[in-house]
């Protein structure tokens, strides 16, 4: 396997593709300039009115910042500091020292018109924390364990002591507010103990190794660093808005802080679980969760600035319940992830930039202590990752590769600089230093990043879990997020339950039941205590959601991931309804949901086929669906466990996803699992063409019998074959069948009409078979 998905671009190539987004932005910022100083005299240096200039400086960031990050990436840099360094060439380091005027004229100083674009850049630092917050991998955090604390607990130990030293020492020339030197000393520490999160996911992501070991450990011991940080910010921020530095303020910040992260990561997960579940699946209105998402990010938000800890910390462990919420679809989080990626992190990073003045650097006492800031940073990052990575037991190749990935400051440092300049812990100068700090060190990671992980070899532990989380990331049942189930108190409706429940718990999916029982068929009201076919049947959905729950805890225990277990008790939810079945289904499959499975009384009809109860409950669902039938003489027997599966397979993706499913099944029910391959000769060829054709389906039979081999390595089940040739496929699985099988699990493709139709071999198995079957739709 190769440790890097990218090749080396020619470095002409490189170049040229930056200069191209380059070129286009120094035309745009000659087209503007020359705008400006045509609509205003150089007395007037604002627009007609403060909305017109706002929704200019809003466009221009906007336009600035998507052809700077397109730059920076095309050179293999982070897009963030495109859009930053975007921002410095529009503020008075660049735009501002050729054309003072036109500048000027765009960016008015007039208080009233900064107070608008502000709120848009604090609103923006809220949003950036809330998506932080999503990206913040807490499973992660658990699987590497002791390496990422040690690291993280070195990598922000040591440069902190050096950056409150050098607050310490600083002149009171620079600081704001020299007899707050301890906040000011705090702040640095911090702001030169924290790596970006975000930018070492996008280097480790783009040298594909997110999923190495290594790259898991970098991510996780950033993912410490943010969170540990973030926490130590509140604190130093809760005491400077005290205004002064006492006891009491330092125990309010400290105590406030702990309390709300121990209840939020408590009690606030189950309330946020719950909240974003609710809108999910009751409101109708288009993007109600992300409303929902963001009225929780203000809430806790507000919550931290009431407890007298900063906003930041509130909206940061926001983004943490939300990213764990197992109803957070990737469509929602796209969504919302798009929202923030386009509109607010271009706008704040260039009002980052434009707040910076990289004049100053000609001063040359600020010019060393920029050098001296970089190189204290650079020097105590790297030392402190190093040694956590030795104490963690890594290697030394592996710890240097942790110091060159951990050196990356980027956003975060620029988020923390920003608020400090609004809090009046830094000024201008102070920030700007941090500023180009948080540039210089973030440009040089990724090189360095490269090169150290190139020099790593894979060891064989590694490569074996790699092929198993590569095989996942194609499987079904392991990218299934939320599971329907449909059934009432049948044989088949206490299979569809057992079934959910085993797939429900590989992966913590949560399940909604819809009780059939009770709703209406036909647009009839059903009879009190009776089926449509006249046997009695309960309301029973309690025991519907136990049946889930007990095989959703089966499963999980015996799930080969070793994070199923730790997951919890998957989340069952029983809806009763009063409308048609077939009406509940389609409303419910509205709020998205990944698979639903029926298990209903009345599955066949009479003249053949499936019937039309089951027609209308799976019409309105769109995505793949199981369709359960039991046969009286094994109902029993199949509820409780299945001693033998048949899978018939023939190498398409319906035929995989059915073994998928029917591996599940035996790991949950340690049952023995067979797979059928039928193979038919063309006896029309001539004898050359049919023994090369005969070559031709011996190889594509071995290459899927390996396939199947090597799921159910991964499901942890023996998996036994058999062929049978020159036979049609229905034929054979019905032959196969009397063998002493308790289920089949056929794959199929369901055909277009208003009754369910899944081919002619389902057909004739459905009609003929003796065996409980399970027929898993694409």
């Not at 706002?54 to 700077?68: D, H, N, P």
């Not at 073994?659 to 099944?665: C, D, P």
Request: proline fraction near 4%; charge should be neutral; hydrophobic fraction near 50%.
């Amino acid at each position: 396997m190769k440790a890097s998905g990218l090749g080396p671009a020619p470095e002409g190539g490189r170049v040229l593709a930056c200069l191209r987004p380059a070129g286009i932005l120094l035309v745009v910022l000659a087209l503007l300039a020359t705008t400006a100083a045509n609509a205003w005299t150089a007395d007037s240096v604002s627009f007609s009115g403060p909305e017109v200039t706002f929704i200019a400086e809003l466009g221009l960031l906007l336009l600035v910042g998507r052809l700077m990050g397109e730059a920076a990436q095309r050179i293999g840099q982070p897009a963030v500091m495109g859009q930053l360094i975007g921002g410095l060439m529009l503020g008075p380091s660049f735009f501002g020292l050729i054309w003072p005027s036109a500048q000027h004229a765009l960016f008015p100083s007039a208080p009233e018109q900064k107070s608008m674009i502000d709120a848009v850049s604090q609103l923006g630092i809220l949003m950036l924390l809330l998506l932080t917050g999503m990206e913040t991998d807490l499973p992660l955090v658990r699987r590497v364990g002791r390496v990422a604390i040690t690291v993280a607990a070195a990598g922000v130990a040591l440069p902190f002591v050096c950056g409150f030293l050098l607050g310490e020492f600083l002149p009171d020339a620079i600081l704001p507010k020299p007899e707050a030197r301890l906040v000011t000393a705090i702040f640095l520490g911090t702001a030169l103990s924290i790596s970006s999160v975000k930018i070492v996911a996008m280097v480790v992501r783009e040298m594909d190794f997110m999923r190495r070991d290594l790259g898991q450990i970098i991510v996780a011991s950033a993912i410490l660093e943010d969170t540990i940080g973030w926490m130590i910010i509140a604190v130093a921020f809760g005491v400077a808005s005290a205004g002064a530095i006492d006891l009491w303020s330092v125990a309010r910040s400290v105590v406030g802080t702990a309390l709300f992260m121990a209840v939020s990561l408590t009690v606030g997960r189950r309330i946020v679980f719950m909240l974003i579940r609710w809108v999910n699946d009751n409101f109708e209105s288009e993007f109600a969760v992300i409303t929902a998402i963001l009225v929780i990010m203000i809430a806790m938000a507000l919550t931290t600035q009431a407890i007298g800890v900063n906003t930041v910390l509130g909206a940061f462990v926001a983004g943490i319940l939300v990213g764990e919420s197992p109803i957070l679809t990737r469509h929602i989080d796209e969504q919302l992830r798009g929202l923030i990626t386009a509109l607010f992190m271009p706008v704040f990073f260039g009002l980052s930039g434009l707040s910076a003045d990289v004049t100053v650097l000609r001063n040359p006492n600020l010019a060393l202590l920029a050098g001296g800031l970089i190189l204290i940073a650079s020097i105590g990052k790297f030392a402190g990752a190093f040694i956590g990575g030795k104490i963690g037991g890594l290697s030394r190749g592996e710890s240097l590769a942790l110091g060159c990935g951990m050196n990356a400051r980027g956003s975060t440092e620029v988020i923390v600089a920003t608020i400090g300049l609004s809090m009046g812990i830094l000024n201008q100068s102070f920030f700007t230093l941090i500023v180009t700090m948080a540039i210089v060190t973030t440009l040089a990671m990724p090189p360095m990043l490269r090169w150290a992980l190139m020099r790593l070899p894979l060891r064989k532990k590694e490569r074996v879990r790699l092929e198993r989380e590569e095989l996942d990331a194609k499987g079904f049942i392991t990218n299934l997020e939320r599971l329907l189930l449909a059934a009432d108190d049948s044989a088949n409706g206490k299979i569809a339950a057992r079934l959910a429940g085993a797939i429900a718990g590989s992966g913590g999916k949560p399940t909604t039941i819809l009780d059939m029982g009770n709703g209406q068929r036909d647009k009839q009201p059903a009879k009190a205590g009776k089926s449509e076919d006249g046997t009695e049947a309960k309301v029973n959905g309690d025991a519907s959601a136990q049946e889930v729950r007990d095989a959703a805890e089966t499963a999980a225990r015996l799930d080969a991931n070793p994070d199923a277990e730790k997951l919890g008790p998957v989340a069952v939810t029983r809806r009763q309804h009063e409308s048609t079945n077939a009406e509940a289904v389609a409303g419910e499959a509205r709020n998205g949901y990944d698979l639903l499975v029926v298990g209903i009384a009345k599955i066949r009809d009479p003249k053949g086929g499936f019937s039309k109860d089951l027609s209308r409950i799976t019409k309105g669902f769109d995505g793949p669906i199981m369709v359960v039938d039991a046969h009286s003489t094994r109902a029993d027997r199949a509820t409780d466990r299945y001693g033998r599966i048949l899978i018939p397979v023939n190498g398409t993706d319906v035929s995989r996803r059915a073994v998928e499913v029917g591996l599940t099944l035996a790991r949950a029910s340690d049952a023995q699992v067979t797979t059928l391959y039928v193979r038919r000769a063309n006896t029309d060829e001539g004898s050359r063409n049919k023994a090369s054709r005969r070559r031709a389906m011996r190889r594509n039979e071995l290459a899927v019998l390996k396939d199947i081999g090597v799921l159910g390595e991964r499901y942890e089940v023996d998996v036994r074959s058999t062929t049978r040739a020159n036979m049609a496929p229905d034929e054979a699985i019905l032959r196969e069948s009397k063998r002493g099988y308790d289920l089949i699990v056929l794959g199929v493709n369901r055909r277009l009409g208003d009754t369910l139709f899944f081919g002619d071999t389902a057909a004739t198995v459905l009609d003929r078979s003796e065996t409980s079957n399970l027929f898993v739709a694409s």
